[in-house]
């Protein structure tokens, strides 16, 4: 694969029933020169559902993969995109939202995969219990509504489960209220932020942004065998302490690794400061 440009005139193709070669067709183009195409067809809500119908089955890489290969069975296409979408506490920000994004690339031709990851807290991800005639605004102006849609659910005890999705105008949303809290025992309705891309400009946004990331990694071949898709695998970490010298949990370099042949490469992180701040060390700040 020695062609500087393996994949200029190529199609990609796409598992999705939420318009996310909107976000992605354009990076693609730019840094490949590949044409991004829907395999259209593909329930892709099998893979799991935001809203619980549906259960994801193992993990978002898993869930990314298996779009992937489900969109290059569908068209016969030997290259495929699965995109796949997880929301809820920052993982090291207290009382803070994230989303991470998960976009993965599968080469059937050549018989390798590369995928990248994004953790945001640039996410709309919130949700309110209400009553019938509660006053609402400041939650839907924190969710970006109507330009983003929301999401009335069942909640407490419910005689039977009630979402209604896609809700874009007060009167729908008002509506949909009233229908779900008259199924509670206990009157009430879970209004969540509708995360699916086609509703959701700010993930939109997010997928793009990662569109862009790993459509540049495919444009860089490997060192070794020129492989496209050379990147980071891993975070080295272990950056010195500035006063005792040990290793921190710091992260020091970063692992490049090829999809294909394995090969590795370490670089050292661009950083002002060659050492760790103490208060990162578990000797001087146990």
């Known amino acids: ?76 296409l030997p290259f495929g995109l699965g995109s796949e979408g997880s929301f809820g506490p920052h993982p090291a920000l207290p009382f803070v939202a994230a989303g991470r994004e998960v976009l993965l690339f599968s080469d059937r031709r050549h018989g390798f995969e590369v995928h990248e990851t994004l953790l945001s807290n640039q996410t709309n991800h919130r949700s309110r219990v209400c009553r019938p005639g509660d006053d609402l605004r400041d939650f839907l102006d924190s969710v970006g509504f109507p330009s983003h849609a929301v999401v009335v659910a069942s909640v407490g005890n419910a005689t039977s489960r009630h979402i209604a999705k896609g809700i874009n105008s007060t009167a729908e949303l008002l509506s949909a209220i009233r229908c779900t809290a008259g199924l509670s025992r206990e009157g009430l309705a879970l209004v969540t932020a509708d995360m699916r891309a086609h509703v959701n400009p700010t993930r939109m946004a997010a997928i793009r942004q990662l569109s862009a990331r790993l459509a540049q990694r495919l444009a860089t071949p490997c060192p070794e065998c020129t492989t496209p898709g050379f990147g980071i695998a891993d975070i080295v970490r272990g950056l010195p302490c500035a006063w005792c010298g040990a290793p921190t949990r710091v992260a020091s370099a970063k692992l490049n690794r090829c999809a294909k042949c394995r090969f590795e490469r370490r670089d050292k992180l661009e950083r002002a400061q060659a050492t760790a701040d103490p208060g990162q060390c578990e000797h001087c700040n146990p």
């Open 1 to 76: 694969m020695a062609n500087p440009a393996p994949y200029r005139g190529e199609t990609f193709a796409i598992a999705t029933m939420h318009a996310k070669e909107r976000a992605v067709a354009r990076p693609f183009r730019h840094w490949l020169g590949a044409i991004v195409t829907v395999a259209s067809g593909i329930d892709t809500d099998r893979f799991g559902t935001f809203t619980g119908e549906v259960a994801r089955q193992g993990d978002m890489l898993d869930a990314a993969r298996d779009k992937a290969l489900a969109a290059t069975e569908h068209t016969g």
